[in-house]
């Protein structure tokens, strides 16, 4: 018995910025963002939040699996900006569907977010305390960016992505995952500073700082590495995977993977051209693209791969 996605979610904000409107607003150029990312244009939430995101691309995929809420055993939302630092998402994400008994939980592992929350539903489906899960990346980056800091807050944008798992005989076949915080300040962002009656500070509230040519060698370097470790778990040559969903970072980045793992670039669906990196809703929302698009045919063998701060990284195998 194993896990299984039946169906497929997202949800981004209406509003685009392009290249050419951040370059209105500070020093920069579609050319060179594009040139270096891949990026066209990303989304950017002007007040709905990240419950009502993750809400709205979870109501896309019960309705796409064709289930009711009230069926979930569990919710987990992947996060790293939620709107609240309590109550947890997942809890206001079930309160807008309208199930109002399962267990909700949030997950923060940046980048590689999605995939620790499919790996956990996943354990909990297989040690029998779920049956359905629904699992959801949902992120406002913008909140966290400087935005006159033009290395970094080009990269990212906002929106939400979720799938609903169930038992089965097919889906997930090999997991691997990993986190090393010894690189923890690569990319980085910090929570509310320390003030209290004994500590007095001026408050000044911390944007995201990256080391962005450090994080780019650690993804091409670590992401082959850990889709070689999984295939090589699961006992098949990487010829035999139909699509790689990775987390849509940068183009260059993806590139280089598909290069290294002698794989071609056909099998590697990207959308980062249209929403940037949206962090734990990057794999969730390509699924759901590619899905609806009717690209997986029962059997294909799909690898997910994400990465990130941390830094955590992993890699999952399933059969659609
Ligand atoms: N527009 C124009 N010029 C810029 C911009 C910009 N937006 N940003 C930086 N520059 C300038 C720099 O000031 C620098 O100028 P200088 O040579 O006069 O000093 C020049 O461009 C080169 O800057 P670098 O930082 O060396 O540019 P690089 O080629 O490394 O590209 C980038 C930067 C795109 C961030 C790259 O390092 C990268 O993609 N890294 C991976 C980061 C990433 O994907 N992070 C994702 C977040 S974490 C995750 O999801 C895993």
Not at 54 to 83: F, H, P, R, W
Request: aromatic residues 6%; glycine residues 8%.
């Amino acid at each position: 018995m194993t896990t299984k996605i039946i169906g497929t979610g997202h949800y981004v904000p209406e509003r685009i910025i392009t290249n050419d409107d951040l370059a209105m607003i500070m020093d920069t150029s579609d050319e060179w963002i594009s040139e270096r990312t891949g990026i066209h244009q990303r989304r950017i939430d002007t007040g709905e939040g990240v419950v009502q995101m993750a809400s709205k691309a979870a109501k896309n995929a019960l309705e796409n699996a064709g289930i009711m809420a009230e069926e979930l055993d569990m919710i987990i939302v992947a996060t790293s900006t939620a709107d609240y630092l309590f109550p947890n998402t997942a809890s206001l994400v079930q309160r807008e569907l309208g199930n109002h008994q399962c267990t909700c939980l949030d997950l923060s592992a940046a980048c590689t977010g999605f995939l620790y929350g499919l790996n956990t539903a996943h354990a909990y489906i297989k040690a029998g305390m779920a049956k359905t899960a629904l699992v959801i990346g949902s992120e406002c980056l913008s909140k966290t960016m400087d935005w006159t800091e033009r290395s970094t807050c080009i990269l990212f944008g906002d929106g939400a992505g979720a799938v609903v798992v169930t038992e089965a005989e097919t889906g997930i076949e090999e997991i691997v995952s990993h986190s090393d915080g010894r690189k923890g300040e690569v990319i980085i962002c910090d929570s509310r500073p320390l003030e209290n009656f004994l500590v007095k500070k001026d408050v000044t509230y911390a944007y995201t700082r990256m080391d962005g040519q450090e994080v780019f060698r650690f993804a091409v370097k670590t992401v082959p590495e850990c889709i070689h470790e999984l295939l090589e778990k699961a006992g098949i040559g990487v010829e035999e995977v139909d699509h790689f969903i990775l987390h849509q970072a940068n183009e260059r980045i993806i590139h280089s993977v598909s290069k290294r793992l002698k794989a071609p670039l056909e099998r590697f669906p990207m959308n980062l051209q249209n929403y940037g990196n949206t962090s734990a809703a990057s794999i969730p929302i390509l699924l759901d693209e590619c899905n609806r698009a009717g690209m997986f045919q029962s059997g294909d063998k799909i690898v997910l791969s994400g990465f990130g701060a941390g830094l955590t990284w992993g890699a999952i195998l399933l059969t659609w």
